[in-house]
Every structure is written in structure tokens, then in C-alpha cells.
């Protein structure tokens, strides 16, 4: 009997193999110039990390870098629905208030009658009343002492002077 013959038939090539795509990527990178950049970068590493750390060393730059910590640090601790709300509200806020002008109010203060009148306006109230409190709190916040940021806002004390 004969000897059975095995044979894997090879799949038709569909597309680039792994290598080819390597080189066209290599292509056309060069083709755009990012490899002379690339080049240029490694070759000037000493004076851009001179002039990187000599910007970092300015205090307006170490305050930036803070500041921005610090409002990112509030930003984590604010539910994305909640920040949503309050946007979108002082959006919708200060739309409104661009739309007053003293042309439309005559000029006319409400005088006695008028501030009794608003001193009774449940919808006035209702619209301070988040406002008062958010002004009370901001008062607080205002009042508490901070010396360090990080350690205020994590609890937990810092090593260091």
C-alpha cells in the first residue's frame, strides 16, 4: 500500500504580515518627518531637560502645577450629575442676566411697596435660599486655615518642613 501523502495547504494572503506593515509604518514616518524629529529630540536631550527644568524651577510654574492639582482635586470629589446640574445652571444663569439691560427696567426702583412685595415672593426665596447657603459655605471654607493642600484634603499628615 502506499504511503499517504500529508500536506498543509497554506492559507491565500489576505494581507501585510506584521513585517510589512513595521516597514511601511518605519516609511512612512520618515516620509513625514517624524523620525528626523525623533532624531532631533534624542540628539538635544541635555538642553531640552535644561530648559524643562529650568521652567519648573520658577515659582509661577511649581504654582500652576499646585493649582492645577488642587482643582483636580476638587473636580474628583464632585459627582459628575451634581457638576453637570451646577454648569449647565450657571450657564443658563448668566444667559439670562446678558439679557437684562437698564433700558428695559425704566429706570424704576421698586421703592417701598415694591421691596414689601418681593420680601413676600415665595419664588424669590426659593430661588436665594440655595444661594444663601452656598454663600454661607463658601464663608466658612474662606475662614478655615490651610497650610498644606494635599494634607487637608487627604487627612493624612505630610513628611517633611
Same mark, same amino acid.
Given at each position: 500500500?502506499?504511503?499517504?501523502?500529508?500536506?498543509?495547504?497554506?492559507?491565500?494572503?489576505?494581507?501585510?504580515?506584521?513585517?510589512?506593515?513595521?516597514?511601511?509604518?518605519?516609511?512612512?514616518?520618515?516620509?513625514?518627518?517624524?523620525?528626523?524629529?525623533?532624531?532631533?529630540?534624542?540628539?538635544?536631550?541635555?538642553?531640552?531637560?535644561?530648559?524643562?527644568?529650568?521652567?519648573?524651577?520658577?515659582?509661577?510654574?511649581?504654582?500652576?502645577?499646585?493649582?492645577?492639582?488642587?482643582?483636580?482635586?476638587?473636580?474628583?470629589?464632585?459627582?459628575?450629575?451634581?457638576?453637570?446640574?451646577?454648569?449647565?445652571? %450657571?450657564? +443658563? /444663569? #448668566?444667559?439670562?442676566?446678558?439679557?437684562?439691560?437698564?433700558?428695559?427696567? !425704566?429706570?424704576?426702583?421698586?421703592?417701598? &411697596?415694591?421691596?414689601?412685595?418681593?420680601?413676600?415672593?415665595?419664588?424669590?426665596?426659593?430661588?436665594?435660599?440655595? %444661594?444663601? +447657603? /452656598? #454663600?454661607?459655605?463658601?464663608?466658612?471654607?474662606?475662614?478655615?486655615?490651610? !497650610?498644606?493642600?494635599?494634607?487637608?484634603? &487627604?487627612?493624612?499628615?505630610?513628611?517633611?518642613?
Amino acid at each position: 500500500m502506499a504511503e499517504r501523502i500529508s500536506h498543509t495547504v497554506t492559507p491565500p494572503k489576505i494581507g501585510p504580515d506584521a513585517h510589512e506593515e513595521l516597514e511601511r509604518l518605519l516609511q512612512t514616518m520618515h516620509e513625514h518627518g517624524v523620525l528626523r524629529f525623533a532624531n532631533d529630540v534624542v540628539a538635544a536631550n541635555p538642553q531640552i531637560a535644561q530648559v524643562l527644568v529650568g521652567g519648573l524651577q520658577k515659582e509661577g510654574t511649581l504654582n500652576a502645577i499646585q493649582n492645577a492639582s488642587v482643582l483636580g482635586m476638587a473636580l474628583s470629589t464632585i459627582e459628575p450629575r451634581d457638576f453637570y446640574r451646577v454648569t449647565f445652571a %450657571l450657564r +443658563d /444663569g #448668566l444667559q439670562r442676566v446678558s439679557q437684562h439691560s437698564p433700558e428695559d427696567d !425704566d429706570g424704576d426702583t421698586p421703592g417701598v &411697596t415694591g421691596a414689601y412685595r418681593m420680601l413676600h415672593d415665595e419664588t424669590l426665596w426659593h430661588a436665594l435660599t440655595p %444661594l444663601l +447657603d /452656598g #454663600l454661607k459655605a463658601f464663608a466658612e471654607r474662606l475662614d478655615k486655615p490651610v !497650610d498644606k493642600p494635599v494634607t487637608d484634603f &487627604t487627612g493624612k499628615p505630610t513628611d517633611g518642613p
